[in-house]
Nanobody
Framework: QVQLVESGGGLVQAGASLRLSCVGSGRSFRSSVMGWFRQAPGKEREFVAAISWRAENTYYADSVKGRFTISRESAKNTVYLQMNSLKPEDTAVYYC????????????????WGQGTQVTVSS
């Protein structure tokens, strides 16, 4: 069974940092673009970051550029999201995703999803 499992979320104050992890199991995600998305209450799921399968290219939403960093360790089937200088507006459930067919920034093209991890940033 193919699974993506996120971890690392929590409750932090504004300005703090968190590192999210997403571990894949059931098969290798080595050749897949991997993405991070987030969804706040009452809002649509939105793109946060993505990384190419060889990690030579990374992509970020404007709202997180310069604060978040996506990386991957293919040998561990793991992708990370380092989040610095967190803001209250970063509060959301964060999801990792794999196997996109199409634009990396659209959640509708990803075929594999984790269950999400909650990130709450207090002011």
């Amino acid at each position: 069974q193919v699974q993506l499992v996120e971890s690392g979320g929590g409750l932090v104050q504004a300005g703090a940092s968190l590192r999210l992890s997403c571990v894949g199991s059931g098969r290798s995600f080595r050749s897949s673009v991997m993405g991070w998305f987030r969804q706040a209450p009452g809002k649509e799921r939105e793109f946060v970051a993505a990384i190419s399968w060889r990690a030579e290219n990374t992509y970020y939403a404007d709202s997180v550029k310069g604060r978040f960093t996506i990386s991957r360790e293919s040998a561990k089937n793991t992708v990370y999201l380092q989040m610095n200088s967190l803001k209250p507006e970063d509060t959301a459930v964060y999801y990792c995703a794999a196997d996109p067919v199409g634009s990396y920034s659209s959640p509708t093209v990803y075929h594999s999803w984790g269950q999400g991890t909650q990130v709450t940033v207090s002011s």
